[in-house]
């Protein structure tokens, strides 16, 4: 007696990821070294402008891809009176840490 499943898993597509044209372009960019969130969007706002994430997005995706680490942080000073922040380093992970 076969499974009623059989001749459904040959339809299933395999789940593409989101996000994979801004993944590239970022991964492309950090392999000549680790660069903070505000360079990796200019440079994307710069290369890229129609289609660049906004900073927020763009932060989630660094923290959420498999590709990329926090290497530090950088303490950044306002141009106001509010104070600074802190502006996170990304980097690349190493390749045996990806599981693919």
């Not at 395999?14 to 903070?36: M, S």
């Not at 360079?39 to 890229?48: K, P, R, S, V």
């Not at 989630?60 to 950088?74: D, P, W, Y």
């Amino acid at each position: 007696m076969s499974n009623i499943f059989d001749a459904h898993d040959d339809k299933i597509k395999p789940k593409k990821r989101r996000n994979i044209n801004t993944i590239n372009r970022v991964v492309k960019l950090l392999e000549e070294g680790n660069k903070n969130t505000r360079q990796i969007h200019a440079y994307l706002h710069e290369t890229w402008p129609r289609w660049c994430p906004n900073m927020r997005r763009l932060s989630n995706i660094l923290a959420k891809s498999r590709e990329f680490t926090e290497v530090g942080k950088e303490i950044v000073k306002a141009n106001d009176a509010s104070g600074s922040y802190n502006l996170a380093i990304w980097g690349l992970t190493s390749e045996a840490g990806l599981d693919n």
